[in-house]
């Protein structure tokens, strides 16, 4: 059998399912170069396509994929396989090339009692051009130039894109740009074509077997993203959510019942997520909600209620949360320890059904707009929220207000004794807005403390914040001061 590489004319990528198809034909001969018209593209594209097929799941088999957001997948696949009575080896193919081979679960569920599975492993050596040629060193190999001259030895290296040939000549030297093709006898052992998993199975049972396998997998993730559109009097907002499921794990899962869990499940170790570029993103239509939300144990699963085919790869979004009217207030907030001298400009909403929501609404990134008095919607701030329960609140951090400013110092400073001190701050704050503003002023403190004197009221948040709620007119210059009693 007789395997080509083409420098000139193919990708490694196309020269690999060329040869693949070949494995399975028999034979395979490529022509010499498209330049020559004895490769049309035509031909070419036909071969892809009916290699590209193979690799698809058969019709017949049934697939289920749960997505976790911790860069993990449990993958659940029912398929109809022909396995040979006694002792062999069953090869499972278009698994994920980030299975975690511990994690595989199999069993028949047409005869389950008799069938047994021997031994495992994980074959994931994919054929590639380079790996070919390296399987053959110091095997006897055939090159061609472009002018057809034909040359004969033992390969003895293709380090730096170089063919280092010992001829009857002596020692030769080809470079990559010089050669038509490379002649082998024979594919060598040990390549396989797509990671698969290998059993040595004993089959006591018939040989048409429905076999249940589930693994999990890394190279998939989810997360949640908003869209609010605030209203022109910022009382009121419209939230739409959708959610990303992002599948980089090496397969293509067709037609597949979809669920995500929103939740932090833990594991063992953590993998690392590997530097993937995604190359394709794929978006669904946005019309009644397409994911079906339940309790499960102590998380909140979401399951698309139709079957969809997330490719290898690509970035599948999906409608999570229909426009919805929310009631939402603004806030401004000086605290700073946080922000400094900044007051910083809060969204705040309930998730609730009183306000138009109520609904459990997994972690993801809030991105917020407001239209202009032209009709334009115009990006003020975005955020992220974790998971949050129905009933809770919801706080967005857009940005930092222009026209209100705050100065915090320190007073004075005075020790009382060995194992306390008082101290007095000051912060001035100042509205260059047009209407009336409500601000939060937050201020840290530690250790064990009391506040002796104050200008404005407080609420004691915890056990080392407090927070005093002050109202600036428009034009107006308020001084809020308080004096602490620290003692340790």
């Not at 389950?112 to 070919?132: C, G, H, M, T």
């Not at 690509?314 to 409608?319: F, N």
């Not at 919805?324 to 806030?331: A, G, I, L, N, Q």
């Amino acid at each position: 059998m007789l395997y080509y590489i083409y420098q000139d004319v193919i990708s490694k990528q196309l020269f690999v399912l060329l040869c693949l198809k070949a494995v399975q034909g028999g034979t395979y001969l490529f022509m010499r170069n498209m330049q020559e018209g004895r490769c049309p593209v035509k031909r070419l594209m036909c071969l892809f396509a009916a290699v590209v097929s193979m690799s698809a799941f058969a019709a017949d088999n049934k697939v289920a994929v749960t997505v976790y957001n911790n860069n993990r997948a449990l993958v659940r696949e029912i398929r109809a396989l022909s396995i040979k009575q006694g002792i062999s080896s069953l090869y499972f193919r278009d698994v994920a090339a980030r299975i975690d081979p511990t994690s595989v679960y199999c069993v028949s569920r047409t005869s389950p009692d008799r069938l047994s599975i021997i031994e495992q492993n994980f074959e994931y050596d994919l054929i590639s051009a380079d790996k070919v040629m390296n399987k053959y060193l110091d095997k006897e190999v055939t090159l061609v130039s472009k002018e057809g001259q034909v040359y004969k030895g033992v390969l003895l290296s293709t380090a730096g894109g170089n063919l280092v040939l010992k001829t009857g000549s002596g020692i030769e030297i080809f470079s990559g740009d010089v050669l038509e093709r490379f002649t082998l006898p024979e594919l060598p052992e040990g390549l396989i074509t797509r990671p698969t998993l290998v059993w040595q199975v004993d089959n006591r049972g018939p040989a048409g077997q429905d076999l249940e396998i589930s693994y999990l997998t890394g190279g998939m993730d989810w997360h949640a993203e908003y869209i609010a559109v605030v209203a022109g009097n910022e009382k009121k907002l419209d939230l739409a959510g959708w959610v990303s499921v992002k599948n980089s794990s090496g397969t293509t899962y067709r037609n597949a019942t979809v669920k995500l869990i929103a939740g932090d499940v833990h594991m063992v170790k953590k993998e690392q997520p590997r530097d993937i570029r995604i190359t394709s993103a794929s978006y669904e239509e946005k019309a009644a909600p397409q994911l079906e939300e339940k309790e499960f144990f102590e998380y909140h699963m979401y399951t698309l209620n139709r079957k969809s085919t997330l490719k290898n790869n690509q970035v599948k979004q999906i409608s999570l949360l229909p426009s919805t009217t929310v009631s939402s207030r603004k806030t401004y907030t000086f605290d700073h320890t946080r922000f400094g001298e900044k007051i910083a400009v809060h969204l705040v909403f309930r998730n609730e059904k009183a306000a138009g929501l109520g609904i459990p609404l997994p972690k993801g990134k809030v991105r917020v707009y407001k239209k202009d008095t032209d009709g334009s919607q115009e990006f003020i701030g975005e955020d992220s929220i974790d998971h949050t329960p129905k009933d809770e609140e919801v706080k967005l951090l857009l940005g930092n207000a222009f026209d209100i400013t705050g100065t915090r110092k320190a007073v004075s400073t005075r020790k009382v004794s060995i194992r306390s001190r008082r101290e007095t701050y000051e912060i001035v704050l100042k509205n260059h807005k047009k209407s009336t503003v409500d601000i939060a002023v937050v201020e840290h403190i530690w250790g064990d403390w009391s506040i002796e004197d104050y200008s404005h009221r407080f609420t004691k948040q915890d056990r080392n914040t407090v927070q005093f709620d002050v109202r600036v007119k428009p034009g107006q210059t308020v001084t809020l001061s308080y004096t602490s009693l620290i003692t340790w």
